[in-house]
C-alpha cells in the first residue's frame, strides 16, 4: 500500500494499537485503572461470610439493564449470584487481563488452589527454541548433546526443531503466523530462556519410567558378603527388568562422569562424551535410512500424469499353505472380516 | 475353462479395496480364486506434510507369479492389464501415456 | 436431557468445575472446597468424588467410555543421576547392613538438593485421570488452542485439526508420544480472542455496568478520540487515498493483461477481486459527506488493510506495490516513514479487520490468563498452533504431571471408585 493514503492520524492510531498489540496489558490512553473499587470492609465480608445483610448485598447487585419494549421488571439476584458478582468485582477482576506474568487463582505457579502437588512449570520462550533450533541445525550437535547440554528433555528438543522448521516454511511460504496469539500467550506463562541463570535445570533429562514390578518390596535373603550392585537388583525383581544404567535416556553421560571420576580432563571428557553421542545418533539414523531404502528398493513408482502408482512387491507365499495366513496379502476369503462388529473401536490407532 | 487375472471387489460401500486375482473365468466374482497376487487400492491418498497435491494409489503385486500367470495364457481382465501394463509385465493396451520414473534395478 | 445438563453447565448452586476458561468457572474454582467425609459412607464418598472428578475430566465423555480407557497403571518416572550412577554401582546401599556400616548419601543428596522435590512423596493418585489427557481433544485443550474441551471437541469434528500433517476427525483420537498435531489458526484466533462487540451491544454498553464500562470502553473510546483529528486532515487524505487508489487498480488490470497465460486461475480471481474492492473503495472515498467522514475513513482503513493481506497473496503486485510505495514516499519525512513503517507492520501482523469473527485487532479474551498454563508432556508452537504429543504424563516426586483442579483425596476416591469397575 503506498504510504502517503495514511494521514498522521491514522499513523498515530495505529501506532497505540501496536503498543496493545505487544503489550495487551498496556493501559491505552484515558484508561482507567483496572483496581477494584470497592471499600475493602465489603470487599471482606462478600468472601468471608455468605450470611450477610441483603442491604449490603445490593452493593453488588448487577444493574439492571433497562430493555426499551419491555415494562417487566427484572428479577432480582439470587444469593448465589450476588455473591458471584461480588466475587468478580472484587478478586476476580484482577484475573481478568494478562499481568505480564502469571496470573492464577493459586498464586505463583498455582494454578489450582486445591492441587498443591500440580504446578505449571515454565516452558521455553522463543528465544530459547531458537537457541535450541541453531544448535542442533547451525551447530550439528547431537540431539544428545544439546539435550545435556540445556537440561532440556530429548524429545523436547526433536519437537522444537520439528516445529520450527514447518514455522520457517510457512514463513518462507508467506502463511501468516498467529503472531498476535503467540504474543499474547507469553505474557501469561511462565517462561524460560535456558541463559543458565535459573536456579533450576529447565526440566530433569535422565527420568527412567518405574516398572510395575519394582513397585513392592522385595525380601530376597542373600550373603552380607556378597557384592549386590543395581544389575543384580534389577534381576531380582525379574528376569526381564533392565537395570536403571540400561535404562538411562543419555547412558553417555554417566561414562562422562566415569571420565571426570578417572581424572580425564574435562575437555577431553566432553569431546569423548560428543563423540560417543554423535556416533549413537548416527546408528540410529543409519537404521532408519536402511529401512526406508529397504521399503523403496521394494517399490516401482510409476507416474501416469494424475496419479502417482506405488507398486509394492510382495509374495504369494505369504499368506501360507491354506491361502489363510493372517500375513497373507489381500482380503482374506473365509475369514470373518470384524471391522464393524460393536465395540470394536473404530479410530485410527496411529498416524504416520 | 478360460483363467483370468481380474480384480475382486472388497472393502465397503464407497470405500472399494479391490484383490487382484487369478481366477477361472465362470467363477463368481469375490469366490475363492486360484490365486491372490496382488491387491489395489483405488482411492488416491495424499502424503503427509506433502503440499504438491499429487496423490498416489498403492498396489500390491507378486511380479513373478504375474508373469508365470500371463505365461500359461491367463488372460488379464482391461484394468487388470492396465496395472500389469504398467510395470512392464506385459505390453500396454491402449494408450502408452505412462512412464516409468523410478525403476528397481533387479 | 441435554438442554437441561448445559443449563447447569457452570452452575453456581451446584457448582462443578469445568475444562473451560469461563468466568463463572473460575469462581466455582476458586470456592472449590474438598467435600466433607465426616458423616458419608465410603461408598457416598466415592461416589461423590467421582461425580466432582468426572464433571472435569472428559465431562463430554460418555461413563462407559471412559472406564474402558481407565487403566490402574499409574506412570512415573524417577530421576537418576549420572554424577551418583558413575560413581556407585549401588552395592553400598546393600553392603554392610548388618554390621551397622551408614549409607553414603553424599554425592546423591547433592543432586537432589540441586533438583528440588528430592523428600516429596510421589502423588500417584493425581495420575487417575492421566489416559483422558492422551484424547486428542483434551490435548487441543491443554496446548491453549481451544477455551474449552468441548469447543476442542468440536474443532476436531468440524476438521481444523491435523494430527501428523493428516486430517484428524476422531476427538477420542489417542495420541502416541511424538504425535504433532496442528490446529487451523483462524480457529485458534477465534477460540482465544476476545468476543466481537455488535454495534447495538457498543451503543448500550455506556448505559449498562458501570464496571463493566469501565473495561469495554475503552477500546470505542481511543479510536473516537483520534477520529476526531482525523476529521481535519479527511479531505487531503482523501485526494491522496484515491490517487494511490487508481494507480493500485492500474497496476492490477497490467498484472493480468501481461501475464494472463502465466497465472493461475486462483490468482487471477484474488486480482479481479482486488479490482472490484478498488472501485467500491473509490467511490465510498469520493461520497463521504461531512457528517460521517469519520466513519467512512474508519472503513477505508480496514478495507485497505484488507487489500493489503490480499496483496500479499500475489508476489508480484506485491513487489510492484512497494516500489510504487517507495516512490510515492519520497515526500515524507524519514521519521514518518519509520512510524509508518512500524505502524504497517503491526497492522499486517494483528490488523483491524471488520471481516474477522472476533474481535480486532486481536486479544486475548478474558480471565484467559488465570487458566493459561502448558503442561510439561506438551511441547507447544504457537507461531504455527502445532504441537507435539511428547511423552505420556506422568507422575513424579512432588509433582503430578495430570492437571486436575481436585485434591489427592478426591482423586483417590476416585480412583477406588474405578478400580472396582475398570
Known amino acids: 500500500?503506498?504510504?502517503?493514503?495514511?494521514?498522521?492520524?491514522?499513523?498515530?492510531?495505529?501506532?497505540?494499537?501496536?503498543?496493545?498489540?505487544?503489550?495487551?496489558?498496556?493501559?491505552?490512553?484515558?484508561?482507567?485503572?483496572?483496581?477494584?473499587?470497592?471499600?475493602?470492609?465489603?470487599?471482606?465480608?462478600?468472601?468471608?461470610?455468605?450470611?450477610?445483610?441483603?442491604?449490603?448485598?445490593?452493593?453488588?447487585?448487577?444493574?439492571?439493564?433497562?430493555?426499551?419494549?419491555?415494562?417487566?421488571?427484572?428479577?432480582?439476584?439470587?444469593?448465589?449470584?450476588?455473591?458471584?458478582?461480588?466475587?468478580?468485582?472484587?478478586?476476580?477482576?484482577?484475573?481478568?487481563?494478562?499481568?505480564?506474568?502469571?496470573?492464577?487463582?493459586?498464586?505463583?505457579?498455582?494454578?489450582?488452589?486445591?492441587?498443591?502437588?500440580?504446578?505449571?512449570?515454565?516452558?521455553?520462550?522463543?528465544?530459547?527454541?531458537?537457541?535450541?533450533?541453531?544448535?542442533?541445525?547451525?551447530?550439528?550437535?547431537?540431539?544428545?548433546?544439546?539435550?545435556?547440554?540445556?537440561?532440556?528433555?530429548?524429545?523436547?528438543?526433536?519437537?522444537?526443531?520439528?516445529?520450527?522448521?514447518?514455522?520457517?516454511?510457512?514463513?518462507?511460504?508467506?502463511?501468516?503466523?498467529?503472531?498476535?496469539?503467540?504474543?499474547?500467550?507469553?505474557?501469561?506463562?511462565?517462561?524460560?530462556?535456558?541463559?543458565?541463570?535459573?536456579?533450576?535445570?529447565?526440566?530433569?533429562?535422565n527420568d527412567i519410567h518405574v516398572h510395575s514390578y519394582t513397585m513392592q518390596q522385595l525380601f530376597l535373603p542373600t550373603s552380607e558378603s556378597r557384592h549386590f550392585t543395581r544389575q543384580d537388583a534389577a534381576k531380582a525383581f525379574g528376569e526381564h527388568i533392565l537395570a536403571p544404567d540400561e535404562k538411562m535416556r543419555i547412558p553417555e553421560l554417566i561414562a562422562f562422569e566415569k571420565d571426570v571420576v578417572a581424572g580425564v580432563a574435562n575437555e577431553d571428557a566432553e569431546a569423548n562424551f560428543f563423540k560417543a553421542t554423535a556416533a549413537s545418533e548416527r546408528a540410529i539414523a543409519d537404521k532408519h535410512l536402511a529401512l526406508a531404502q529397504r521399503d523403496e528398493n521394494n517399490k516401482t513408482r510409476v507416474d501416469s500424469g494424475r496419479f502417482e502408482f506405488r507398486f509394492e512387491r510382495i509374495s504369494v507365499d505369504s499368506a501360507g499353505h491354506d491361502g489363510r495366513a493372517r500375513r497373507g496379502v489381500g482380503w482374506r476369503y473365509g475369514v470373518p472380516f470384524n471391522d464393524r462388529r460393536r465395540a470394536v473401536v473404530k479410530i485410527p490407532t496411529k498416524v504416520e | 475353462?478360460?483363467?483370468?487375472?481380474?480384480?475382486?471387489?472388497?472393502?465397503?460401500?464407497?470405500?472399494?479395496?479391490?484383490?487382484?486375482?487369478?481366477?477361472?473365468?465362470?467363477?463368481?466374482?469375490?469366490?475363492?480364486?486360484?490365486?491372490?497376487?496382488?491387491?489395489?487400492?483405488?482411492?488416491?491418498?495424499?502424503?503427509?506434510?506433502?503440499?504438491?497435491?499429487?496423490?498416489?494409489?498403492?498396489?500390491?503385486?507378486?511380479?513373478?507369479?504375474?508373469?508365470?500367470?500371463?505365461?500359461?495364457?491367463?488372460?488379464?481382465?482391461?484394468?487388470?492389464?492396465?496395472?500389469?501394463?504398467?510395470?512392464?509385465?506385459?505390453?500396454?493396451?491402449?494408450?502408452?501415456?505412462?512412464?516409468?520414473t523410478t525403476e528397481k534395478k533387479a | 436431557m441435554k438442554c437441561r445438563r448445559m443449563a447447569r453447565f457452570h452452575g453456581l448452586k451446584r457448582p462443578r468445575v469445568r475444562q473451560t476458561w469461563n468466568k463463572y468457572n473460575l469462581f466455582n474454582l476458586s470456592r472449590g472446597r474438598d467435600p466433607s467425609t465426616t458423616v458419608k459412607t465410603f461408598f457416598q464418598q466415592k461416589w461423590n468424588a467421582k461425580a466432582l472428578t468426572r464433571g472435569y475430566h472428559g465431562e463430554h465423555i460418555k461413563e462407559r467410555a471412559w472406564e474402558r480407557m481407565f487403566s490402574r497403571r499409574l506412570l512415573s518416572v524417577v530421576d537418576m543421576h549420572p554424577e551418583y550412577m558413575a560413581r556407585h554401582d549401588g552395592s553400598e546401599q546393600a553392603a554392610g547392613r548388618g554390621s551397622g556400616l551408614d549409607q553414603d548419601h553424599s554425592v546423591r543428596n547433592t543432586v537432589t538438593v540441586r533438583n528440588g522435590h528430592s523428600t516429596a512423596p510421589t502423588p500417584y493418585m493425581q495420575m487417575t485421570f492421566a489416559p483422558m489427557e492422551r484424547r486428542l481433544d483434551v490435548a487441543v485443550f491443554r496446548a491453549l488452542f481451544a477455551s474449552s474441551a468441548r469447543q476442542a471437541r468440536q474443532f476436531v469434528v468440524h476438521g481444523a485439526?491435523?494430527?501428523?500433517?493428516?486430517?484428524?476427525?476422531?476427538?477420542?483420537?489417542?495420541?502416541?508420544?511424538?504425535?504433532?498435531?496442528?490446529?487451523?489458526?483462524?480457529?485458534?484466533?477465534?477460540?482465544?480472542?476476545?468476543?466481537?462487540?455488535?454495534?447495538?451491544?457498543?451503543?448500550?454498553?455506556?448505559?449498562?455496568?458501570?464496571?463493566?464500562?469501565?473495561?469495554?470502553?475503552t477500546e470505542s473510546d481511543v479510536p473516537a478520540v483520534e477520529l476526531d483529528q482525523e476529521v481535519t486532515d479527511a479531505a487531503t487524505l482523501?485526494?491522496?487515498?484515491?490517487?494511490?487508489?487508481?494507480?493500485?487498480?492500474?497496476?492490477?488490470?497490467?498484472?493480468?493483461e501481461s501475464q494472463s497465460k502465466e497465472m493461475s486461475a486462483k490468482r487471477k480471481?484474488?486480482?479481479?477481486?482486488?479490482?472490484?474492492?478498488?472501485?467500491?473503495?473509490?467511490?465510498?472515498?469520493?461520497?463521504?459527506?461531512?457528517?460521517?467522514?469519520?466513519?467512512?475513513?474508519?472503513?477505508?482503513?480496514?478495507?485497505?488493510?484488507?487489500?493489503?493481506?490480499?496483496?500479499?497473496?500475489?508476489?508480484?503486485?506485491?513487489?510492484?506495490?512497494?516500489?510504487?510505495?517507495?516512490?510515492?514516499?519520497?515526500?515524507?519525512?524519514?521519521?514518518?516513514?519509520?512510524?509508518?513503517?512500524?505502524a504497517i507492520e503491526n497492522e499486517m501482523e494483528n490488523p483491524r479487520d471488520s471481516s474477522k469473527p472476533y474481535a480486532t485487532p486481536w486479544t486475548p479474551r478474558p480471565y484467559m490468563s488465570a487458566f493459561a498454563f502448558i503442561p510439561r508432556y506438551l511441547e507447544v508452537n504457537q507461531n504455527i498452533c502445532a504441537a507435539v504429543y511428547l511423552r505420556h504424563p506422568v507422575a513424579r516426586q512432588g509433582l503430578g504431571e495430570v492437571p486436575t483442579p481436585f485434591s489427592s483425596e478426591q482423586n483417590q476416591l476416585a480412583f477406588n471408585w474405578y478400580l472396582r469397575r475398570g
Not at chain 1, 180 to 190: C, E, N, R
Not at chain 2, 58 to 82: C, E, H, M, S
Not at chain 3, 304 to 324: C, D, F, G
Open chain 1, 1 to 205: 500500500m503506498p504510504p502517503r493514503i495514511r494521514s498522521s492520524q491514522v499513523l498515530h492510531r495505529a501506532e497505540s494499537s501496536l503498543l496493545q498489540c505487544i503489550n495487551p496489558t498496556a493501559p491505552a490512553a484515558g484508561r482507567p485503572s483496572s483496581t477494584p473499587s470497592c471499600s475493602p470492609s465489603i470487599l471482606l465480608s462478600s468472601s468471608t461470610s455468605p450470611r450477610q445483610p441483603s442491604s449490603q448485598c445490593c452493593a453488588f447487585q448487577r444493574p439492571q439493564q433497562t430493555s426499551s419494549f419491555s415494562s417487566t421488571a427484572s428479577r432480582d439476584l439470587n444469593k448465589a449470584q450476588r455473591n458471584f458478582w461480588g466475587w468478580m468485582r472484587s478478586y476476580g477482576r484482577k484475573h481478568r487481563d494478562p499481568t505480564g506474568r502469571t496470573n492464577y487463582l493459586g498464586g505463583g505457579s498455582n494454578p489450582f488452589p486445591n492441587n498443591k502437588e500440580f504446578k505449571s512449570q515454565p516452558v521455553l520462550s522463543e528465544a530459547a527454541r531458537s537457541v535450541i533450533y541453531d544448535a542442533v541445525m547451525k551447530e550439528g550437535l547431537p540431539l544428545k548433546a544439546v539435550s545435556a547440554k540445556y537440561n532440556v528433555d530429548m524429545r523436547r528438543v526433536a519437537a522444537v526443531v520439528r516445529m520450527k522448521e514447518i514455522e520457517k516454511k510457512w514463513v518462507k511460504e508467506g502463511k501468516p503466523l498467529a503472531r498476535p496469539y503467540a504474543k499474547a500467550v507469553q505474557t501469561m506463562l511462565p517462561y524460560s530462556n535456558l541463559t543458565g541463570e535459573e536456579s533450576e535445570p529447565f526440566e530433569p533429562i
Open chain 2, 1 to 100: 475353462m478360460v483363467v483370468k487375472i481380474r480384480l475382486a471387489r472388497f472393502g465397503r460401500t464407497n470405500s472399494p479395496f479391490y484383490n487382484i486375482v487369478v481366477s477361472h473365468a465362470r467363477t463368481a466374482r469375490n469366490s475363492r480364486p486360484l490365486e491372490v497376487i496382488g491387491t489395489y487400492d483405488p482411492i488416491p491418498k495424499k502424503d503427509s506434510y506433502d503440499t504438491s497435491g499429487k496423490l498416489h494409489k498403492d498396489i500390491k503385486l507378486d511380479i513373478t507369479r504375474a508373469r508365470y500367470w500371463i505365461g500359461v495364457g491367463a488372460q488379464p481382465t482391461d484394468t487388470a492389464w492396465r496395472l500389469l501394463s504398467m510395470v512392464g509385465i506385459i505390453e500396454p493396451k491402449f494408450r502408452p501415456s505412462t512412464t516409468t
Open chain 3, 161 to 217: 485439526v491435523k494430527v501428523n500433517g493428516m486430517k484428524m476427525n476422531h476427538p477420542g483420537y489417542l495420541l502416541n508420544p511424538g504425535d504433532m498435531f496442528q490446529v487451523d489458526v483462524e480457529s485458534v484466533l477465534i477460540a482465544t480472542g476476545r468476543k466481537k462487540e455488535t454495534s447495538s451491544k457498543k451503543a448500550n454498553s455506556s448505559a449498562s455496568n458501570p464496571a463493566e464500562e469501565a473495561e469495554e470502553s
Open chain 3, 238 to 256: 482523501k485526494e491522496r487515498e484515491v490517487e494511490a487508489l487508481k494507480k493500485l487498480m492500474k497496476r492490477a488490470k497490467s498484472v493480468i
Open chain 3, 269 to 342: 480471481k484474488a486480482l479481479r477481486a482486488l479490482i472490484k474492492d478498488v472501485n467500491s473503495t473509490m467511490s465510498r472515498v469520493g461520497k463521504t459527506s461531512s457528517d460521517n467522514v469519520v466513519h467512512k475513513t474508519g472503513d477505508v482503513v480496514d478495507d485497505l488493510t484488507m487489500l493489503l493481506s490480499r496483496l500479499e497473496v500475489s508476489p508480484e503486485a506485491a513487489a510492484n506495490a512497494e516500489k510504487e510505495a517507495q516512490r510515492e514516499a519520497e515526500y515524507a519525512t524519514k521519521e514518518e516513514q519509520n512510524l509508518l513503517r512500524k
